[in-house]
């Protein structure tokens, strides 16, 4: 054997000159032992390389280097060895700070063959302990996601058992976050690491919040900084009148009166309910919250010695908002707000004394809705009605008039039956009877009809609407007279006589009367169907193309897109159009018969 199995050189027995082979290990084992790459992306040597600098000859190299990719160059008295990588040559990579091996294939990084999995104690930058068995001393932690996401976990093996964040200043705990003892979740401080308080707990079974507050007291004064008590509850102690809360920003208070004291209104600083001064009592309560400037608003005031249900021991300006008032007497006629009125006879006036069970009014000009019913719910089924009914069955309806000497309009059921009115100053206007047939003018439906109008019916706008469409026809137009067509010569242009092709062609249609039955009709009424007589688009438009002339620029053809939007044609004729033109080309027709007749 010549050469270790990693390619040391052997001295041969009884080798001449065994000093060159011992220098060749050695200069093996100094560009091997103690690799230390310097670069490792390089494809060309560099132009004066020292002797010992070692490279990792990259991929496609040229120059000295060609054919030695992947292998490890050594300079040495001005030329390169060449050494092939081993599995396990390990190395350091001079301008990557990095630490490589050569797994037999590839060169890999050194931690990523690093097995840690059950490492007994771990620390980054600081000791682990018995304790800390995973310690780390740093600015910042980073944990980032591979995947859809992340999840730090907390185990605990058993629900008394603790899992949580500790937070502590000097190693001494300050506030704590998790399950700590039991499986709801706690928030909690402490002052000094040994006694602890709960702030705030969840409920594992149903996730409710249950807030744990001492009450702090303060002294009243007169400006009493309800935002410098240390909870949300406070104990104002003390008979001192209180002008303001301090200024603390969105702040939330419940607090306790424990003496008479005058609570002063400030419409800006501290509003209170009624907008008034009040002096409080021993036991009162009240909320009161605080705007982003720390203006401070009551949001709640209850008295200690009242029934909150017993508005006869409320004094000042009450709200009831959702009471039930324990068998409640008014005696008398009794005031509302804004000059309304209960009577004496259970009559309700809104506004003014009533003249009815229920009335409303109001002298207030630009009043804009005096009875203003709105549905604000996200549910579609829900209404905003006023319903009337008349126990007797006759007539339940909505009246108005601009005075009381005036004929009201009239809007509601004027029959048992329950038919619709609508009649502005008792004469009818608009009716529809139970059926949903309605009358324009009248108050009854003339049999059959769905629209009865008793007068004459004008389109909103002369020659802009029309009467159906090509899709939605009348079966059957009865007429007294027959239609009337604007005629005057002021209406019309290009006027002129019909060319000789138009003549053709109307002589032409003369023989194209066709007798013919309508296949709806046939479908409705099979062989009872009765037969027509008329021409046919198809052939009318023939006749025209015939000529050399284009049907569609006469308006005797008709031609519209059908509704149902599939890109169908509806065709049709304008049949007084096209009588004028055929008895022009019969007219035509027999003034030629005629002249050839003439002796």
């Not at 990719?69 to 390990?90: E, K, M, S, V």
């Not at 004027?414 to 009649?423: K, N, P, R, T």
């Amino acid at each position: 054997m010549s050469s270790t199995p990693h390619g040391l050189p052997l001295l041969a027995a009884a080798q001449a000159q065994k000093h060159v082979t011992h220098n060749e290990a050695l200069l093996m084992l100094d560009a091997l032992l103690c690799a230390r790459f310097l670069d490792r992306d390089l494809t060309a040597p560099p132009a004066a390389p020292s002797d010992g600098d070692t490279y990792l000859v990259h991929a496609t190299a040229t120059g000295d280097w060609s054919g030695k990719d992947g292998q490890i160059a050594y300079a040495i008295d001005g030329a390169w060895r060449f050494y092939a990588p081993f599995t396990g040559l390990a190395a350091f990579v001079v301008d990557e700070s990095r630490l490589v091996v050569f797994n037999g294939t590839a060169w890999v990084d050194y931690a990523s063959l690093l097995n840690l999995s059950n490492v007994p104690l771990l620390g980054v930058n600081t000791a682990a302990d018995a304790t800390n068995k995973l310690a780390t001393k740093s600015a910042a932690l980073l944990f980032d996601n591979v995947g859809n996401g992340i999840q730090a976990k907390l185990n605990k093996h058993a629900a008394g058992d603790t899992a949580s964040f500790l937070f502590q200043t000097n190693y001494s705990g300050r506030a704590e976050i998790g399950l700590a003892g039991d499986d709801d979740f706690h928030f909690k401080v402490s002052p000094d690491g040994a006694t602890w308080y709960d702030g705030l707990d969840i409920n594992r079974a149903d996730g409710s919040i249950d807030f744990l507050a001492s009450e702090a007291a303060i002294a009243s004064a007169a400006t009493t900084d309800l935002g410098t008590a240390p909870s949300l509850k406070v104990n104002v102690t003390g008979t001192t009148a209180i002008t303001a809360f301090g200024a603390a920003p969105n702040a939330l208070r419940f607090v306790r009166f424990s003496g008479a004291l005058t609570l002063t209104h400030n419409a800006t600083s501290l509003i209170l309910l009624g907008g008034a001064n009040r002096t409080t009592a021993a036991g009162d309560v009240g909320i009161y919250t605080s705007d982003p400037s720390g203006n401070w608003r009551e949001r709640d005031y209850r008295r200690a010695a009242a029934d909150p249900g017993d508005m006869a021991t409320k004094s000042g300006t009450q709200t009831l908002t959702n009471k039930t008032l324990a068998s409640p007497t008014l005696s008398g006629t009794t005031a509302l707000p804004g000059s309304g009125q209960i009577s004496s006879s259970g009559y309700v006036g809104i506004g003014g004394s009533p003249s009815y069970p229920f009335s409303a009014t109001t002298n207030t000009a630009g009043t804009a809705n005096l009875l203003f019913l709105q549905n604000t719910s996200s549910d579609a089924t829900a209404t905003a009605r006023q319903s009337f009914y008349n126990d007797a069955g006759n007539y339940a309806f909505l009246q108005w008039a601009s005075s009381a000497a005036t004929s009201p309009n009239r809007f509601g059921f004027v029959s048992s039956a329950g038919d619709l009115l609508f009649s502005p100053g008792f004469a009818p206007a608009i009716y529809a009877n139970a059926s949903g047939n309605v009358a324009i003018g009248g108050s009854s439906v003339n049999a059959g009809a769905r629209l009865d109008v008793a007068g004459h019916v004008y389109p909103h706008a002369d020659n802009a609407y029309n009467l159906g469409s090509a899709s939605f026809r009348f079966a059957t137009v009865y007429a007294g007279t027959g239609t009337i067509n604007t005629s005057g010569a002021d209406a019309k242009r290009d006027v002129r006589a019909p060319s000789e092709d138009e003549m053709a062609v109307a002589a032409a249609l003369a023989s194209n009367v066709r007798i013919f039955r309508f296949c709806d009709a046939v479908a409705a009424k099979g062989d009872a169907a009765r037969l027509h007589a008329g021409m046919i688009f198809e052939d009318v438009v023939a006749a025209f193309a015939a000529h050399g002339l284009d049907p569609m620029y006469y308006g005797i053809v008709c031609r519209d897109r059908a509704a149902q939007g599939d890109g169908s044609w509806i065709v049709g004729l304008r049949y007084q159009e096209l009588t004028q033109f055929v008895l022009a080309g019969l007219a035509a027709r027999i003034a030629r018969l005629e002249a050839v007749s003439r002796p």
